[in-house]
């Protein structure tokens, strides 16, 4: 693996970039609802404007999004083989259930529908306690996402960003990402990246 060339910008450069990615931010950030413009101070968007200078950190964010994608559909896979499980239990059952009955004597009839009803009650229940524990164990695993993705970009040095559950919190974190994509987006389109 070759390693890449550092650029070395001189601080004047540096400095056009710093004021480029803070004017930006400060236009992208009246696109948000007015509690969290209050909360973007000048100087948290000046310090998460030097945190963007280089350009790492658009690349964790796309990486960390790459991930959280890959994810999703992994759950979303295993969700869905839990569903193709349970329909074909189901079927099996019902065409179980529909073969005694076809071979059963008249006078045991009452006790066979009663004895399948049970059967088919137990197996709703098997599949409601299934699924149940499929969708908790997916919002452990999203939910263990979001933190891995906080402790990252704390690492990075993104202002705002800290290992937390509060959904304020959390909603700014994602209105900064919000930004964070939008400025990448725009550099990406003028060539800047």
Do not use: W
């Amino acid at each position: 693996m070759r390693a890449q060339p550092v650029v070395f910008l001189d601080s004047t450069k540096l400095q056009e970039r710093h004021y480029y990615l803070l004017s930006e931010l400060q236009t992208l950030v009246k696109d948000l609802p007015s509690s969290f413009q209050q909360r973007l101070t000048y100087n948290t968007l000046s310090d998460l404007a030097l945190a963007l200078i280089d350009g790492t950190v658009y690349e964790i964010v796309q990486g960390l999004l790459d991930i959280q994608h890959l994810t999703e559909k992994n759950l979303y896979n295993q969700r869905q083989k839990l569903h193709c499980e349970h329909q074909a239990l189901k079927q099996d059952l019902v065409r179980k259930h529909k073969d005694a009955l076809q071979s059963c004597k008249p006078h045991n009839l009452s006790l066979l529908k009663t004895s399948q009803q049970t059967e088919l009650e137990a197996l709703e229940v098997r599949v409601r306690e299934e699924q149940k524990m499929m969708d908790k164990k997916i919002v452990v695993e999203m939910d263990q996402k979001v933190t891995d993705q906080q402790n990252t970009l704390e690492k990075a040095g993104v202002p705002g960003f800290y290992i937390t559950t509060n959904p304020l919190e959390l909603t700014m974190q994602m209105n900064l990402l919000e930004l964070i994509l939008k400025l990448q987006q725009k550099d990406s389109q003028a060539g800047l990246l």
